[in-house]
């Protein structure tokens, strides 16, 4: 079974670079030995090519829902491709729309991280960074629960 853990954002947008590092962490933490971990940054090719053949994928971005800052929440992946409209133009191309028009067949959650900041800077938010260490914690125990480990 093939399972990819893509973590996704921009870097250079404050805390919208969240999902990336935490993956970085769970790497360096070495909390999923055996499993394809990485940080996919803005780059929809890389991250489409990525997860061809995956059968789980967990995505891990930042997201402004409207909920806590620095809170965590899992949405069904199937759920989301199935409710997702397909872009009219090439520039409103985004993963998300890119798995739909690839027609993902394979399992998978979104996990969202609650933004507190989101600007032109290069790193997470004072708020982020001292939340960090707990938000890891929380989505590690999400995945080895998604995953059953």
Do not use: W
């Not at 999400?142 to 480990?149: A, F, R, T, W």
């Amino acid at each position: 079974m093939k399972v990819v853990i893509l973590g996704i954002g921009n870097r250079l947008m404050e805390d919208d670079g969240v999902g990336n590092d935490i993956v970085e962490e769970l790497k360096r933490k070495e909390a999923f030995p055996g499993l394809r971990m990485l940080a996919g940054e803005t780059d929809t090719e890389y991250c489409l090519k990525e997860l061809e053949g995956a059968d789980t994928a967990i995505l891990i971005d930042a997201a402004n829902m409207g909920n806590e800052p620095c809170s965590v929440s899992v949405l069904p992946l199937g759920n989301i491709l199935e409710k997702r409209a397909l872009p009219r133009f090439s520039h409103h191309h985004d993963l998300l729309h890119g798995m739909k028009l690839q027609n993902y067949q394979g399992d998978g959650i979104l996990v969202a991280v609650e933004v507190c900041s989101v600007q032109h800077r290069f790193g997470l938010s004072p708020q982020m960074r001292e939340q960090f260490p707990r938000i890891v914690d929380e989505i590690k125990q999400l995945i080895e629960s998604y995953l059953n480990l």
